[in-house]
T-cell receptor, first 109, second 115 residues
Framework: QQPVQSPQAVILREGEDAVINCSSS?????VHWYRQKHGEAPVFLMI?????EQKGHDKISASFNEKKQQSSLYLTASQLSYSGTYFC??????????FGTGTRLQVFP | NAGVTQTPKFQVLKTGQSMTLQCAQD?????MSWYRQDPGMGLRLIHY???????DQGEVPNGYNVSRSTTEDFPLRLLSAAPSQTSVYFC??????????????FGSGTRLTVV
């Protein structure tokens, strides 16, 4: 039931782009995205509900394809502050948010 | 506005001891949940609550109890600590459940070591 994230790790230079994928074997009601820096709590980035919408703020956006049970997080022109571990959370049954194992992103100057 | 407050931040227990991890939120959120985080495993849902008096099990509930007598508080009890419960525990809250337009606010975590 745990969603699968890929890749497990990404190394970037500042200004480069990255895509993180999240897929589930079950039908999804919503997908959440969070970023966690080392030793800190996860921080909410965005949520996507059924409807195949795309959202974004600043240079981080996400899409949700409910037919394929997949979501992707797009980070463009990455900054040093983007470093951290990204988690997707999927909701397949009312009120249970199940997280993937995370994608570690490192951005270097 | 404190958000989600977890206490203690660190705790060392001996095998077989019991303890309660505290979680309190001051945002009047109906939904609260507990996760544990282990290296390479991501965040795993232990228990959750959709409102005062209502709790339910998550992915890994064994060895843990919860209750929700008020909207603000959602304590997690370890009945008889085991080394396998060594982990970082996060409490999270939201105005409503997962299928809404609200993200979760996480507390700063409790790092628990069972020896």
């Amino acid at each position: 039931q745990q969603p699968v994230q890929s890749p497990q790790a990404v190394i970037l230079r500042e200004g480069e782009d990255a895509v993180i994928n999240c897929s589930s074997s079950k039908a999804l009601y919503s997908v959440h995205w969070y970023r966690q820096k080392h030793g800190e709590a996860p921080v909410f980035l965005m949520i996507l509900l059924k409807g195949g919408e795309q959202k974004g703020h600043d240079k981080i956006s996400a899409s949700f394809n409910e037919k394929k049970q997949q979501s992707s997080l797009y980070l463009t022109a990455s900054q040093l502050s983007y470093s951290g571990t990204y988690f997707c959370g999927t909701e397949v049954n009312t009120d249970k948010l199940i997280f993937g194992t995370g994608t570690r992103l490192q951005v270097f100057p | 506005n404190a958000g989600v407050t977890q206490t203690p931040k660190f705790q060392v227990l001996k095998t077989g001891q019991s303890m309660t991890l505290q979680c309190a939120q001051d945002m009047n959120h109906e939904y609260m949940s507990w996760y544990r985080q282990d290296p390479g495993m991501g965040l795993r849902l232990i228990h959750y609550s959709v409102g005062a008096g209502i709790t339910d099990q998550g992915e890994v509930p064994n060895g843990y109890n919860v209750s929700r007598s008020t909207t603000e508080d959602f304590p997690l009890r370890l009945l008889s600590a085991a080394p396998s419960q060594t982990s970082v525990y996060f409490c999270a809250s939201s105005p409503a459940g997962a299928v809404t337009n609200y993200g979760y606010t996480f507390g700063s975590g409790t790092r628990l070591t069972v020896v």
